[in-house]
């Protein structure tokens, strides 16, 4: 396959290790980075290590002067939460690399751009479900010819993007959603692990995440996850100040464990065809003070057998994997997966099941 070039959407927790993890693989050339503040773009291949070395520590997550209008590319939406704990000096977050530039409207100029991007990764917040279907429309609108790759958790983002595949089509766009661990790897792997079966029953996802960088290097994540703790939701737990924030994992001693959560691989796994959106259950334990993982991660599916065994087949992740590894490696993977379809005019929305075998 020949070699891609790929723009990455917000730099924060999990976009930096994208940058990062790209440099492993294969055929992968990073020409673009954004974050809110800032753009770098260099078309012959980013600096990865001078960017990474750049925003080290200096992060430019949320802002609390979003207005959530997204007419004018700078203010897309109050995604990214309130005020920010790492921005230092004048040039926040990407701006602080000798590669990049301030700006006021950082998709757009990525967008401006796309004409020499094969694919694109958006690591963008997700606090406004239809903020990342908006910034796709943006592509889309501007002529975009390629793939769009998101690691979205929501289920009910599935359908925003689902209703715009007809537009995607005529554009030229192949778009892979939910493509990080969960939903990402682990939808896949439970597509995987259904195929001994004529009949799956249940599929229950099990997720242990240690984050010893805490919520301030991985704030879209921990303020996302917070909205399903019992007593919040989206609105609530976008609405919550860092130090709010702060304050509810001091109160779980670190450790904040999570029932029922409303996670994608429910949808992603009903449009593959493999079980019931109600047959799915996500839940899992985060500790952001401890890199180990509080739990072992598993995907369990239970079926029936052709010749009338039931059965679970158990799927596990390493303990020492990190969250950072498990999000960008199957990013990737589905990236250049939808590359290949993309090259030859396969266009639409899809999610991981349907790049696995089919049920
Ligand atoms: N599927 C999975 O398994 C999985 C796992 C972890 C995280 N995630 C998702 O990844 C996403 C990113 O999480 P994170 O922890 O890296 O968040 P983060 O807050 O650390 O980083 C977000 C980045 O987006 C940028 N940004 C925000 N609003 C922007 C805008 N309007 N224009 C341009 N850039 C903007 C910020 O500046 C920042 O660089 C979240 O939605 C999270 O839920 C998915």
Redesign the pocket.
Known sequence: MDDINFAV???????RRTLELSTHREGLTPVAA????GIAVDHDGLDVGELLDATEGN????DDTDDGDDTDGAN??A??GATAVKQHGEDR?VAASGQARPTET??DDVVDESDAVDAVLV????LEHDFIPRVADRFADAGYEGVLVD???RSRVIDMLDERTDRFEEAGITFVC?A?????LLTGAAALAAQSFVEVHEVDIWWGVGLRSGYE?????VR?DIAHLDGYDVETARDLSDEEIEEIVDDHDGVLEFHDMEHADDVLLERAGICDAEDVTVGGILDVRNDAKPTTTTVSVTGTTFDGERGTNTFELDDVTS?AAN?NGPALGYLKAAVRRNRTEDYGVYGPAELMPGF
Do not use: F, W
Request: hydrophobic content about 35%.
């Open positions: 959407l917000g730099t924060g927790g999990i976009g954004c974050d809110r503040h992060i430019a997550s949320g897309v939406a995604d990214g977050g950082p998709i690591a963008l917040p997700n690691v979205l958790k939910g990080g661990a969960t939903p990402g290097d991985n704030r879209g994540t996302e969250m999000v």
